[in-house]
């Protein structure tokens, strides 16, 4: 091929690109990664937990999504609390299988309240307060192990959250600078209508999918009353 030739092709291949790049707009999106964040106590978890998740997964085109079971919640009583651990392990059981779905331990392994603006922040590689040279770098290598987020800038955040906890998201610690660093895909609840709080950049889309007419709580009241949860929690809690 002449070289005249030879740079007519590249040049073609430039134009063609760039053509693309205009007439999709799902080009750039194709090469970004969407993560799903799904946090709470699941205390315990149940089947609506994995059917919300599924249908955000799929419905906003997740590569995964990651549970983060909280060790010490900042706004509910640690009374009714199952341990830290026994959640993470019925969570973990509880996607087993399921190769979209992953859960991470940061948040259990804590010894203080964990806040969502915290774990985000550590999961993108930000550390947070005052800590030595040798910690961070192990701290780094943890971030590097447990989660795609350090090692991809390619990313959209997408952090499911129930309609009623939306709802009270400004009385969460650091709202606004949490509401730039993700989209909160909001789970809905049966016969609920949904008010967005006014949060400054606050982005948000519903989940539109039929709402799970299920709690924690709920199951836990069974549990007390020893009535059967069969087909409610996927692992048994034994």
């Not at 009385?171 to 006014?198: C, D, E, G, M, Y």
């Not at 949060?199 to 709920?218: E, G």
Request: glycine share 6%; aromatic share 8%.
């Amino acid at each position: 091929m002449s070289l005249q030739g030879a740079l007519a092709t590249k040049q073609s291949r430039v134009n063609s690109r760039k053509t693309i790049g205009i007439a999709s707009p799902l080009a750039r999106n194709d090469i970004m990664k969407r993560i799903g964040i799904f946090g709470g106590t699941f205390n315990p978890i149940h089947v609506g937990h994995l059917k919300m998740a599924e249908a955000a997964r799929k419905e906003y085109k997740l590569s995964c999504v990651y549970f983060i079971p909280c060790g010490i919640p900042p706004h509910k009583s640690r009374q009714k609390l199952f341990p830290a651990q026994f959640r993470y392990e019925l969570v973990k059981r509880a996607i087993k299988g399921r190769k979209y779905f992953k859960v991470l331990d940061i948040e259990i392994k804590k010894r203080k309240p964990a806040y969502t603006i915290d774990t985000i922040l550590s999961l993108q590689g930000v550390h947070i307060g005052r800590t030595t040279k040798q910690s961070q770098l192990n701290s780094r290598k943890m971030i590097r192990l447990a989660s795609p987020l350090a090692r991809n800038d390619k990313i959209i955040l997408y952090f499911l959250i129930g309609a009623d906890e939306f709802e009270k998201l400004n009385t969460w610690n650091k709202p606004i600078q949490l509401a730039k660093l993700v989209t909160f895909l909001v789970l809905p609840r049966p016969s609920k209508n949904i008010k967005a709080p006014k949060i400054k950049n606050l982005k948000w889309s519903l989940v539109h999918t039929k709402p799970i007419n299920i709690s924690s709580s709920q199951i836990r009241d069974l549990i007390k009353q020893k009535k059967s949860i069969r087909g409610l929690v996927p692992v048994s809690l034994s």
